[in-house]
């Protein structure tokens, strides 16, 4: 049976380069890591799907714990030594919602 998803549409306060995305998801996912715990992490599985620009992205996760991610998202104050904030915008089942979504805004 195949998993369900939830996309997370989600802005964060720190602008990511063009080059140093994967350097950003790496330390994202290493303190969604240390936040929920190594179980409820590899349950959720995580992953950016799409960066929408510098500052917003497209969070792939499992729909059984995808509440546990936004809420460590919140929690998340420093990356990589700098401080930042991540703020759920919208969440849904399709990424085709998501981007019809971010043109509203």
Known sequence: M???RRYILVESTMEVAESATREFEL??????LHNIGEISYFRANPKIVKF???RKFILK???????????ALAFI???????IGFYTLYASGTI???E???KEL
Do not use: H, Q, T
């Open 96 to 98: 085709r919602a998501l």
């Open 100 to 102: 019809k979504f971010k």
């Open 52 to 54: 929408l620009d510098n």
């Open 77 to 83: 104050k420093r990356l990589s030594g700098k401080e």
């Open 61 to 71: 996760c499992n729909l059984a714990k995808y509440k546990d991610v936004v809420i």
């Open 2 to 4: 195949r998993e369900k």
């Open 27 to 32: 330390e994202l996912c290493k303190e969604l």
